[in-house]
């Protein structure tokens, strides 16, 4: 069946500091991948995609590319700030169905 | 522009207890489905529908009914609470049970429950 893996973290950083967020992935098949935030006390909310290989989603500074040669799409920002503190989420969707296999999510913390 | 609608937020339920968490969407989207969220274990799939009438299991279904009898309510039924069922729960929902490129989900803002 199909995984997400990413570390659980905490990931705590400073503000202004570099983000990376590793996420791999094994499904059959060319996935759809996904990262979602959750903000504290809320729901999830869609921040990037990438429907093929190659594809880079990008939103609000992040940016993540679709690696078919790795199965990955890690997750990366230039320079977080503190708005950033959230729970990131990793997930993908096989073709044909309508399932979403999410990963365990990353806690991000960033500090002033 | 409601989006997804959760109800209640927040539930402490006892042991052997039954309830059900409400779930609408006003976006006319066919397919709706419910996750738990649990630490270390991300978001794992109780049930979901795919349209109207149609309903089907997840990862985790035991212990979970649903049902689907309009386009906009998903309720999720807990028959008798365990521990175990302490989670928070969203719904969430999309436009088409395809897993294609536009599949995006829109989800609620969650029910944080607690069975003592």
């Known amino acids: 069946g199909n995984s997400v893996t990413q570390m659980e973290g905490p990931v705590t950083l400073s503000e202004e500091a570099f983000l990376t967020i590793n996420c791999t992935y094994t499904?059959?098949?060319?996935?759809?991948l996904f990262w979602y935030v959750q903000y504290p006390g809320e729901g999830l909310q869609l921040l990037l995609k990438?429907?093929?290989?190659?594809d880079k989603g990008s939103n609000k500074g992040f940016e993540a590319t679709y690696r078919k040669e790795t199965t990955s799409f890690h997750l990366e920002k230039g320079s977080v700030q503190v708005s950033d503190s959230a729970v990131y989420f990793c997930a993908l969707i096989g073709r044909g169905y309508q399932k979403v296999t999410f990963g365990i999510g990353t806690k991000l913390q960033v500090i002033p | 522009n409601a989006g997804v609608t959760q109800t209640p937020k927040f539930q402490v339920l006892k042991t052997g207890q039954s309830m059900t968490l409400q779930c609408a969407q006003d976006m006319n989207h066919e397919y709706m489905s419910w996750y738990r969220q649990d630490p270390g274990m991300g978001l794992r799939l109780i049930h979901y529908?795919?349209?109207?009438?149609?309903?089907d299991q997840g990862e985790v279904p035991n212990g979970y009914n649903v049902s689907r009898s309009t386009t906009e309510d998903f309720p999720l039924r807990l028959l008798s609470a365990a521990p175990s069922q302490t989670s928070v729960y969203f719904c969430?929902?999309?436009?088409?049970?395809?897993?294609?490129?536009?599949?995006?989900?829109?989800f609620g803002a969650g029910t944080r429950l607690s069975v003592l």
């Open positions: 529908s795919v349209g109207a009438g149609i309903t």
């Open positions: 969430a929902s999309s436009s088409t049970p395809e897993g294609a490129a536009k599949n995006i989900q829109y």
């Open positions: 990438a429907t093929k290989a190659d």
């Open positions: 499904a059959t098949g060319y996935p759809s």
